[in-house]
């Protein structure tokens, strides 16, 4: 097994204890520069450290000790990697102009906001590739709320940052893009905390990977976000192309933003993610767009962005106006189509852009309506996508996509693809959340010109000028509103399910292969009736789950998934011997999908989103296997106690079960010593043991100094009483202290399992080393050495011991694991999951049909003149009743 790594749920825990020293009555984005600041220079700090290593073997054979400091100071030794000037090494101490000695930052107790400015500035100074990144955004000295943070917070901060297990180098981590992984979690737990403020710097990562995979961004390609935020955009791009099994460091990455602490953040962004081929300027880019290409607006392969919303803008500010056909008015927030047209500008002749846009830039008139007409006239709006409301942060509006192609296919010149997703999401409970069939979906329909009918429609400019006035409304070509209910007044009357409604539901029916008759019986004419065992609603359910076609059906989902399985297995048993990602992910994907469609419950979109959710689920697992190998971090306990540990857990679970049949007893005990007591609980008040035992005591001290039969045998029947609670308090005290010692061994024998004794026997062995020379610098003819002497030889004895527990579990747990059985629980595990994925799809089906039928119950289960015959039934009673007391003539 390979030597232990940092893993991603380690680092995000890190992380997030990081945010929970400062947090309290700051907002989380109020100091989300500070963690991200933190993590940064820590991160420069520790890979500086291990260049500085590697350096240092370099010029091994200087003997000048100045020669040497100067080349170790000369930037020019350290390549692409970034340079820490001294007062911003973590581990290092420095001399100031004064010749004093300054503490490493890791050190630093007093004014530590103000030196960890100078720190951030003095390596911004360093290295021209963060010119304006740090110093201008990260302010440590910060105001926030009404007092400066304290140097304790600081000091605990860095206390935190100096855990000598996160020394923050790629060699330290399970996989090399461990460290961006946890700083796009910690962004988007920033975003979710700001709540609207959020949507600035962050777009939900679904929706990212929607507009990535409609423009399908290839190596070789030119990429653009004008409103970068924390650079989303480009990072997905990044990971896309890597995906497709193509050089992802292959790509130029560009973006502009003109919130500065954002900018800050997307450059770290970028550089944490390993990214080096990425330009990301500051500024307002519909003002004054910086990036440029001899002195013109640069043109891109692919342009992505989620620009703000609804915003004024100033025309007198404007450089390069000639990027815009029309101009929007400046006020009013209007100003989204003006993004549009920089973007189109920025399109090389065969570019691709994928924005997202509000709604009433489709519909609206004036200036808006004007650029519509030039969009159309020039054949560049290649798709129009209508999403989901509420996707976005602080803001429940709906959204759409567009999407522009400067070189649309001959067969879709003069068309555009209207696409109405608005309706196929996952409800959340501050958001809601593109699922991956419905990305899927999109893609497929978009990529292949899919007409479906309330979903999809190509549609000419024909029509879109000569029936619509260039009015772009989704709805208006895309109506998703669903079909009336159809309802059967007959029915309702004198009761009876149409038939004509239970033969529309046949197909969803057929999928399960559920037969009618399962559920419904004859009745009266084009008729049917629920069968007799449905008395209820809840019947439903019952009936359908127990029915052996379904159950079938679902069973031959599993043997799909095992037959496919076989192969996948052996795919991911070779990932680490050379096969790529990539084509394991296209093989798999393919394999499953095709499997899952032949038995007819979930469509390709669905089967598709059984894998995607899976693969997110394990993606980051799977690099982990390509870079580190099957390492034990990837199996969870539950895994290792299943396969090696089970009668361990089975002792536990025992002294578990005797503790709670004697908490069982005690309470008994309790009640019985309350009762001869005649102890009465004032209100509120609960009985506990040593409330109890109390009563007794007291109850007993009375009764010591007085005399007669019926006092001893008082005082016996409350000793009695205390006693037995005493003896199931010590019986579950006992219990407690086994389960103690058995989970401490069981936690002992799963860390040797994963690790080895090599680390605790070399702990221990040197501490043998230290008492035997202690031991042999003492004379055992002293007195006082003699004494000294007889401890050591105990300590001494006690190692020993534990020296040879350790080598006795190793010996009855048969050894570290190997990396066959990590493989194999590995294996288990990624198979477990896809399973769980299929559990979650099959029963979101299972529970669509149980619907389709509940609805019908409640439609047409009691008709009206069950109703009118029951209200009559209780009319008759109701006047038996007021009859008989007179109230009725």
């Known amino acids: 097994m390979t030597a232990n790594k940092i893993t991603l749920s380690q680092l995000e825990n890190f992380l997030m204890g990081a945010a929970d020293i400062l947090r309290g009555k700051m907002d989380a984005s109020e100091f989300k520069e500070f963690i991200f600041g933190m993590l940064f220079i820590k991160r420069l700090s520790d890979e500086f450290d291990r260049k500085r290593n590697e350096v240092k073997k370099i010029y091994a054979h200087i003997d000048d000790p100045i020669l040497l400091a100067e080349l170790l100071e000369d930037k020019t030794s350290y390549g692409e990697t970034f340079f820490v000037p001294p007062r911003a090494r973590w581990h290092e101490a420095w001399l100031d102009e004064d010749g004093n000695q300054v503490p490493p930052l890791k050190h630093l107790k007093q004014d530590i906001g103000n030196m960890l400015n100078k720190a951030i500035a003095s390596v911004e100074d360093a290295n021209d590739a963060l010119a304006g990144v740090l110093k201008n955004n990260i302010e440590f000295n910060a105001t926030k709320g009404k007092t400066k943070i304290a140097d304790q917070k600081w000091k605990d901060l860095l206390d935190h940052f100096n855990q000598p297990n996160f020394v923050l180098v790629n060699d330290n981590f399970e996989f090399p893009d461990l460290l961006g992984a946890a700083y796009e979690y910690l962004i988007k737990y920033f975003a979710d905390s700001a709540g609207k403020k959020g949507g600035e710097f962050y777009t939900p990562s679904e929706v990212v990977r929607l507009l990535v995979q409609l423009l399908k961004p290839e190596a070789g390609n030119t990429i653009y976000d004008p409103t970068v935020g924390s650079g989303g955009f480009l990072i997905q791009s990044h990971q896309y192309v890597e995906e497709q099994g193509q050089d992802q460091n292959n790509l130029a990455l560009y973006g502009q933003d003109s919130n500065g602490t954002v900018w800050s953040i997307c450059n770290m962004n970028m550089i944490l993610h390993n990214i080096s081929?990425?330009?990301?300027?500051?500024?307002?880019?519909?003002?004054?767009?910086?990036?440029?290409?001899?002195?013109?607006?640069?043109?891109?392969?692919?342009?992505?962005?989620?620009?703000?919303?609804?915003?004024?803008?100033?025309?007198?500010?404007?450089?390069?106006?000639?990027?815009?056909?029309?101009?929007?008015?400046?006020?009013?927030?209007?100003?989204?189509?003006?993004?549009?047209?920089?973007?189109?500008?920025?399109?090389?002749?065969?570019?691709?852009?994928?924005?997202?846009?509000?709604?009433?830039?489709?519909?609206?008139?004036?200036?808006?309506?004007?650029?519509?007409?030039?969009?159309?006239?020039?054949?560049?709006?290649?798709?129009?996508i209508s999403l989901p409301s509420g996707l976005f942060y602080g803001t429940g509006i709906p959204a759409c996509v567009l999407v522009v192609n400067k070189s649309k296919p001959d067969e879709f010149r003069d068309k555009i693809l209207f696409v109405n997703a608005d309706r196929e999401f996952a409800e959340g409970k501050a958001q809601n959340k593109l699922r991956p069939e419905d990305i899927e979906k999109i893609d497929f329909v978009f990529s292949h010109k899919k007409e479906y009918p309330k979903y999809s429609r190509l549609v000419s400019k024909q029509e879109i000028v000569e029936q619509h006035d260039y009015n772009l409304n989704i709805r208006r070509y895309v109506d998703n509103t669903p079909e009336p209910e159809p309802e059967d007044v007959t029915a309702h009357l004198i009761?009876?399910?149409?038939?004509?409604?239970?033969?529309?539901?046949?197909?969803?029916?057929?999928?399960?292969?559920?037969?009618?008759?399962?559920?419904?019986?004859?009745?009266?004419?084009?008729?049917?009736?629920?069968?007799?065992?449905?008395?209820?609603?809840?019947?439903?359910?019952?009936?359908?789950?127990?029915?052996?076609?379904?159950?079938?059906?679902?069973?031959?989902?599993?043997?799909?998934?095992?037959n496919w399985w076989q192969v996948a297995r052996d795919d991911f048993a070779q990932l680490g011997e050379g096969k790529k990602m990539p084509e394991v992910r296209r093989e798999l994907l393919t394999g499953l999908r095709s499997k899952l469609i032949g038995l007819g419950v979930l469509d390709e979109f669905q089967?598709?989103?059984?894998?995607?959710?899976?693969?997110?689920?394990?993606?980051?697992?799977?690099?982990?296997?390509?870079?580190?190998?099957?390492?034990?971090?990837?199996?969870?306990?539950?895994?290792?106690?299943?396969?090696?540990?089970?009668?361990?857990?089975?002792?536990?679970?025992?002294?578990?079960?005797?503790?709670?049949?004697?908490?069982?007893?005690?309470?008994?005990?309790?009640?019985?010593?309350?009762?001869?007591?005649?102890?009465?609980?004032?209100?509120?008040?609960?009985?506990?043991?040593?409330?109890?035992?109390?009563?007794?005591?007291?109850?007993?001290?009375?009764?010591?100094?007085?005399?007669?039969?019926?006092?001893?045998?008082?005082?016996?029947?409350?000793k009695r009483e205390f006693e037995a609670i005493g003896n199931f308090e010590k019986r579950i005290k006992d219990l407690k202290a086994d389960v103690r010692v058995k989970q401490a061994e069981l936690?002992?024998?799963?860390?040797?399992?994963?690790?080895?004794?090599?680390?605790?026997?070399?702990?221990?062995?040197?501490?043998?080393?230290?008492?035997?020379?202690?031991?042999?610098?003492?004379?055992?003819?002293?007195?006082?050495?003699?004494?000294?002497?007889?401890?050591?030889?105990?300590?001494?004895?006690?190692?020993?011991?534990?020296?040879?527990?350790?080598?006795?579990?190793?010996?009855?747990?048969?050894?570290?694991?190997?990396?066959?059985?990590?493989k194999g629980l590995i294996l288990q595990k990624l198979y477990d999951w896809v399973r769980e994925q299929l559990t979650r799809y099959l029963n979101r089906a299972k529970r669509s049909l149980i619907a389709l039928v509940e609805k019908l119950?409640?439609?047409?289960?009691?008709?009206?003149?069950?109703?009118?015959?029951?209200?009559?039934?209780?009319?008759?009673?109701?006047?038996?009743?007021?009859?008989?007391?007179?109230?009725?003539?």
């Not at 013109?296 to 919303?309: E, G, M, S, Y």
């Not at 046949?506 to 999928?511: G, W």
């Not at 119950?857 to 009673?877: F, G, I, N, Q």
Request: glycine fraction near 6%; aromatic fraction near 8%; charged fraction near 30%.
């Open 607 to 718: 089967a598709a989103g059984v894998f995607v959710n899976w693969w997110q689920q394990i993606r980051y697992d799977l690099k982990t296997i390509v870079n580190t190998g099957w390492h034990h971090t990837l199996i969870p306990d539950e895994y290792l106690i299943g396969a090696f540990f089970q009668e361990d857990v089975r002792a536990i679970e025992d002294l578990e079960g005797q503790i709670s049949a004697a908490q069982g007893e005690l309470s008994e005990a309790i009640e019985t010593a309350q009762e001869v007591a005649s102890y009465e609980l004032e209100e509120d008040e609960t009985v506990t043991a040593t409330s109890i035992k109390k009563v007794l005591k007291d109850l007993m001290d009375d009764l010591k100094n007085v005399s007669g039969v019926s006092a001893a045998r008082e005082l016996a029947k409350y």
């Open 857 to 889: 119950w409640d439609k047409y289960a009691v008709s009206s003149r069950e109703l009118e015959a029951e209200r009559e039934e209780t009319l008759a009673e109701l006047n038996e009743f007021l009859s008989k007391l007179g109230y009725l003539a």
């Open 277 to 384: 081929r990425f330009t990301i300027e500051n500024g307002d880019t519909l003002e004054d767009p910086q990036i440029l290409e001899n002195g013109q607006i640069r043109k891109f392969d692919r342009v992505l962005a989620n620009p703000p919303f609804s915003q004024n803008y100033s025309r007198a500010n404007l450089k390069f106006s000639n990027r815009f056909r029309e101009f929007c008015p400046e006020t009013g927030k209007k100003a989204d189509l003006m993004f549009v047209q920089h973007m189109i500008a920025s399109l090389k002749p065969d570019g691709h852009m994928a924005t997202i846009m509000p709604h009433g830039v489709l519909f609206r008139g004036g200036k808006e309506k004007l650029i519509r007409e030039i969009l159309i006239a020039d054949d560049v709006i290649e798709a129009i």
């Open 495 to 562: 009761g009876g399910i149409p038939q004509s409604e239970i033969a529309a539901q046949a197909v969803d029916f057929a999928r399960f292969k559920v037969e009618s008759q399962t559920l419904f019986c004859p009745s009266r004419s084009g008729c049917l009736a629920f069968v007799a065992e449905i008395t209820a609603k809840s019947a439903i359910k019952t009936m359908l789950e127990a029915d052996a076609n379904l159950q079938n059906t679902i069973a031959q989902h599993y043997d799909a998934l095992e």
């Open 747 to 822: 936690d002992l024998k799963l860390r040797l399992k994963r690790v080895g004794g090599e680390e605790f026997q070399a702990e221990t062995r040197l501490l043998i080393q230290q008492v035997t020379a202690q031991m042999a610098a003492l004379n055992p003819n002293d007195k006082k050495d003699k004494t000294k002497l007889a401890a050591l030889t105990k300590d001494r004895e006690a190692l020993e011991m534990r020296l040879r527990r350790i080598d006795g579990l190793l010996a009855a747990i048969g050894g570290q694991l190997t990396t066959e059985e990590a």
